[in-house]
């Protein structure tokens, strides 16, 4: 498995082919930026930069506001789960036929996997590009009220609602006076500065008591502080403390896999770069020689 831009492997004699010869029922796995071909190929495959070029970036925030990345590294997170999905794959053709195999995934592909559902609305629609709201925005092809609004003390997100029901559940008779679910979408900024004024005169707390019940989708806004200190996290027992070969513990978070009703958890932490090379030569007769790595 490596992440090298197209044709450093090939120089360093590891390409797929050259290890194939080797051992033909390898299973071989590799990330790019962009693809092997085009004219992007060599470009660096950072985040940021897939995140910008892909679209993704463009799509966040408000119509108004600056394109927005995603406060976590998204695209590096997508593509190595295509990459382990496409793994998995060849592992189990590899159990039942014997054949290995070769896996491709790029970032970029993976950011506009990711982005299927708008992408597919803009290959349909004319090539109109989406729309993202101008106010309160979460998504570009959905009706108001749509999106995160401030509260008096803090923040409250509404996905899907009927309008009309909402105002009348806030006692906002300018709310319910859109009546025409036809113009849910097509005044969807007007209906939303409607009632992000609304929400401002009451808390969170206050409004998800009236709108919960009701069966309205909505919650809080949380960081990290306050969500870890809410009951439905801690239910989950997400938490996991690591250790590393060099006596360092770290917390950070367990799998997300449950497997027969069972945590998948390991206390072992990430090792360091190359640390298990030895013994890994050792089992397996594979000392690394000159002529396996194109020396010349």
Not at 103 to 109: C, D, F, G, K, R
Not at 119 to 148: E, K
Not at 199 to 217: D, F, K, M, Q, R
Not at 226 to 254: C, F, H, P, W
Request: charged share 20%; glycine share 10%.
């Amino acid at each position: 498995m490596h992440n090298f831009r197209p044709g450093v492997m090939e120089r360093l004699g590891f390409d797929y082919e050259s290890v194939k010869l080797i051992n033909p029922s390898v299973v071989y796995a590799q990330i790019s930026g962009y693809g092997e071909e085009g004219d992007w190929k060599h470009l660096p495959g950072q985040d940021l930069l897939l995140q910008s070029i892909s679209g993704l970036a463009w799509l966040n925030n408000s119509s108004n506001a600056n394109p927005t990345p995603m406060g976590v590294s998204v695209v590096d997170m997508l593509a190595g789960a295509h990459l382990a999905q496409g793994i998995l794959s060849l592992l189990y053709r590899k159990g039942v036929t014997g054949e290995g195999g070769s896996i491709q995934v790029s970032m970029l592909e993976s950011a506009l996997d990711f982005q299927f559902e708008v992408l597919t609305c803009y290959f349909n629609d004319g090539g109109q590009l989406p729309q993202r709201s101008a106010v309160n925005s979460g998504h570009a092809y959905v009706a108001a009220p749509y999106g995160i609004y401030k509260t008096k003390d803090d923040y409250i997100a509404i996905a899907m609602a009927d309008i009309v029901q909402l105002g009348h559940l806030l006692n906002s008779s300018e709310l319910a006076a859109y009546n025409d679910k036809k113009e849910w979408f097509d005044r969807r900024d007007e209906i939303k500065s409607v009632l992000a004024r609304h929400l401002l005169t009451n808390t969170t707390s206050y409004w998800l008591n009236v709108l919960e019940p009701a069966g309205i989708w909505c919650s809080k806004v949380l960081d990290y502080e306050q969500l870890t200190e809410e009951e439905g996290y801690k239910a989950l027992d997400m938490e996991v403390v690591v250790k590393t070969s060099n006596g360092i513990a770290i917390k950070t978070t367990r799998s997300p896999v449950r497997v027969d009703g069972e945590l998948l958890i390991s206390e072992t932490g990430a090792p360091g770069l190359g640390e298990h090379n030895d013994a890994i030569e050792a089992k397996f007769n594979i000392g690394v020689k000159p002529e396996m790595i194109g020396v010349k």
